[in-house]
């Protein structure tokens, strides 16, 4: 196939660019962050510190430029089915698709170009949040199904612009709340609520095309406590208060424990499926860290880091179920079975490994040290599974036809 062909089909389907995207801004990502924490600690690599705090910059790019481009692709896939509503088109997407993978570059090389390069990337990035945002609000008003989840995922997304702003009123006013208030927003007003909404309509679905006598449990009421728990958690976090959003911990810890007893699929389902609910454990794992952030100083004095609870969900949760979740999406819109191979399978139980690893970094003694060990760890495990996606979404479908 010719290269121009190939270009040709990676904007056929919105998941095809998107996803793709997010495959380079995810590598670029963590690269960037091995080098930034090695020239940190040990004094070596090429990336240099900057006038940008490094940890703030990882902060913003994991939520709103890696994972997003994956969000928005799913999201402009599984929209106009889930409403319906008309599909979004080649011109819907590419201009998003392009911001965000142009706000990753600058925003990594504004540690070499300064700050105007930090700025341009605001600017870019919110023009491709702001983009998608608008589609997917435009797609949502011309529902007349009542789409609970299209609404939840909507608030979501308009959380994410939200957060995305305050960064570039951050970079406006030197403000460090702004700054916080953007990394806080990213993963308890955006990341969660997301992942939690499509978990609470597309696995049980799943469960019940495995198994027909499967019943699925998709309560309302539980998709709008998840987003109001979420979201309360941000404000507490940002109001000062003490504990913060570990306070918020205590209800999303019972929320998901109830959802895993309540959907857990029948015992030898195929591991395509069963990822998909293991992925989810650290729902409830990560509220439970979060929760002892809070109680433990009223009891005993002692503390849990904040980072050990975000990182078994950011890692641990949003990491399981990025592999899980695209690895299925993505054999399934390429004609192929719909399985996890031993890539796949490699990957999946490789960050349950790393997100270990990254919350003990937490009570480590040399704390970047781990945190750079576990950064090349994310580059190690998820590079073969992603190249192997990556030919997945630049050839086209094996079984002939379009998407």
């Not at 870019?124 to 989840?149: E, I, K, M, S, Y």
């Not at 959003?245 to 309540?262: D, S, V, Y």
């Not at 992925?279 to 009223?298: E, I």
């Not at 003694?365 to 090349?376: K, P, T």
Request: with cysteine.
């Amino acid at each position: 196939m010719s290269a121009t062909a190939s270009r040709l089909i990676v904007t056929v389907a919105p998941h095809r660019l998107l996803f793709s995207i997010g495959a380079l801004n995810l590598l670029l990502a963590m690269a960037w962050w091995t080098g930034w924490i090695a020239h940190l600690r040990l004094g070596i690599g090429a990336v240099p510190l900057g006038d940008f705090p490094g940890g703030s910059l990882h902060a913003l790019v994991m939520p709103y430029l890696v994972l997003g481009p994956f969000i928005f692709g799913f999201l402009f896939t599984v929209f106009p089915r889930w409403m319906p509503v008309a599909p979004f088109e080649r011109w819907h997407y590419v201009p998003s698709a392009g911001c965000l993978l142009a706000a990753q570059v600058l925003l990594l090389a504004s540690a070499w170009l300064g700050r105007s390069a930090l700025t341009v990337a605001a600017i870019v990035g919110l023009a491709g949040w702001v983009n998608g945002a608008v589609l997917l609000l435009h797609r949502l008003l011309q529902d007349r199904t009542g789409c609970l989840h299209a609404r939840v995922i909507a608030l979501a997304v308009g959380a994410g612009v939200l957060g995305w702003l305050l960064f570039v009123a951050h970079l406006w006013t030197g403000e460090p709340g702004l700054l916080l208030a953007a990394r806080r927003v990213g993963v308890l007003g955006l990341l969660l609520p997301v992942f939690l909404a499509v978990a609470h309509r597309m696995f049980p679905f799943f469960a019940q095309c495995v198994d027909p006598a499967y019943r699925p449990w998709r309560p309302a009421w539980w998709a709008y406590s998840v987003l109001l728990a979420s979201w309360s958690g941000a404000a507490l976090e940002l109001l000062g208060v003490a504990g913060g959003a570990g306070w918020a911990g205590i209800p999303l810890f019972f929320l998901g424990l109830l959802w895993c007893w309540r959907t857990w699929p029948a015992a030898g389902s195929p591991f395509v499926l069963r990822a998909l609910f293991l992925g989810m454990l650290w729902m409830p794992a990560g509220a439970w860290l979060l929760a002892l952030h809070a109680v433990l100083p009223w009891w005993t004095g002692a503390a849990v880091p904040f980072n050990a609870a975000l990182h078994a969900w950011t890692v641990g949760m949003f990491g399981s179920l990025l592999v899980a979740m695209v690895s299925r999406v993505s054999r399934g819109h390429s004609g192929r079975p719909i399985t996890m191979n031993a890539v796949d399978i490699a990957a999946f139980w490789a960050i349950q490994v790393v997100a270990v690893w990254r919350i003990a970094a937490e009570w480590a003694g040399d704390v970047w040290l781990m945190h750079g060990l576990g950064a090349a760890l994310w580059v190690l495990v998820l590079t073969p599974w992603l190249v192997q996606h990556l030919g997945y979404w630049l050839a086209p479908r094996i079984d002939g036809k379009p998407g």
